[in-house]
């Protein structure tokens, strides 16, 4: 039967502490390849939690001194998904308020002379 991972096959495994349910293929014909694989985390829906400002606090709920975080390492951004380019604008927005000043420095943009 040839594999459509749209339609459920039925073909599955028994006796396993988790049956697989469909698409169980029987992998007996060579050549067989292996490829290292590991693993990423984009990232948890969670993060560190900052003041308005910020600041990083502490697990009792104090300021960390010196300690900012902004963009996706910051909690509570993100609720069921994740929009596209939001990292970047959220670093962005981040790093240009006030409260960063102390943090991140932009330089200066000059208009060119030229004609």
């Keep these: 039967m040839p594999f459509n991972p749209a339609v459920k096959d039925g073909r599955g495994t028994r006796g396993l502490a988790v049956p697989k349910s469909n698409w169980a293929n029987l992998i007996d014909t060579p050549p067989f390849e292996a490829y290292a694989v590991t693993c990423g985390l984009t990232f948890t829906f969670g993060g560190l939690k900052i003041t308005t400002s910020g600041e990083v606090e502490s697990t009792d709920g104090s300021v960390i001194p010196g300690l900012f975080a902004a963009g996706e390492l910051v909690g509570g951004l993100f609720y069921h998904n994740y929009p596209a380019a939001?990292?970047?604008?959220?670093?962005?927005?981040?790093?240009?308020s006030p409260a960063?000043?102390?943090?991140?420095?932009?330089?200066?943009r000059t208009r060119s002379t030229h004609a």
């Excluded at 939001?86 to 240009?96: N, V």
């Excluded at 960063?100 to 200066?108: C, D, L, R």
């Design 100 to 108: 960063m000043a102390p943090v991140v420095t932009f330089p200066e």
């Design 86 to 96: 939001r990292a970047w604008s959220q670093a962005r927005c981040w790093a240009s």
